[in-house]
């Protein structure tokens, strides 16, 4: 896939009416911190356009990134962040559950789960409850760059473990955003989603 425009075009709320979009959507979701908001960047050859911070929560809104005027990218606010309050968590959680489940375009769910790390509870429920919804997901183990390329392929194996997945043709696909291993094959999805 080759970049040609990026930009962010809604930004929703909690009470916002969520866009009607007539082309194709595919959304990023994981807890928070794991790397959606750089993955995003990363495949939009942006540096900064969705905003990164270390600090846990800075996506708050689902914000809708228009690539190449034909397929929106969908940030999402990460869950699971344990410095926000109960009130905070559930808006975030509904809004996320609001989105999937109404979404008319919304083709394929991108899962972060950092790799270094066991799935966490919420990655787990997320996941089942995405494949409940029977919802395409793909997971994307985030910040590769941090392993050794001889433990990225345990690792892997090991999030396929912890979710169940052994039995769902699941595709788990490494990712860094700095030094963009796994683009290419990411962009090949979407490259599929648009019958190109
Ligand atoms: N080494 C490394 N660091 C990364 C990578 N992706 C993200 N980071 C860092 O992880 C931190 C969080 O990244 P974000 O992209 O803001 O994470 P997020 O999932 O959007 O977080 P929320 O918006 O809070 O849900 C930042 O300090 C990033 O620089 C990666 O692939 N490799
Ligand atoms: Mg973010």
């Known amino acids: 896939m080759k970049i040609k425009t ?8 909690p009470t916002s009416q969520l866009p009607h979009n007539t082309q194709p959507e595919v959304a990023f979701t994981g807890k928070s911190n794991v790397g959606k908001s750089s993955l995003i960047n990363s ?4 540096k900064s356009l969705a905003r ?37 968590r559930e808006k975030w959680g509904e809004m996320i559950e609001r989105y999937i489940t109404s979404s008319e375009q919304l083709e394929v769910v991108f899962l972060l789960i950092d790799i270094r790390h066991d799935p966490t509870k919420n990655d787990i429920e ?24 001889h433990e990225i392929q345990k690792s892997v194996k090991n999030i ?15 990712y860094s955003s700095v030094t963009k291993e796994g683009r290419e094959e990411i962009w090949d999805f979407f490259d599929q989603i648009l019958g190109n």
């Open 6 to 13: 990026a930009e962010l075009e809604t930004v929703c709320g």
């Open 43 to 46: 495949l939009m050859n942006r």
């Open 52 to 88: 990164t911070s270390a600090q846990p929560g800075k996506t708050q809104t689902l914000n809708f990134y228009h690539l190449n005027n034909e397929i929106y990218l969908v940030d999402l606010p990460g869950y699971g962040y344990a410095k926000s309050s109960k009130v905070e």
């Open 126 to 149: 997320m996941y089942n409850w995405l494949k409940y919804m029977e919802m395409q997901t793909i997971v994307i183990a985030t910040k590769s760059d941090k392993l050794k390329k």
């Open 160 to 174: 396929e473990r912890c979710l169940n997945a052994e039995e769902d043709d699941l595709i788990i696909v490494p």
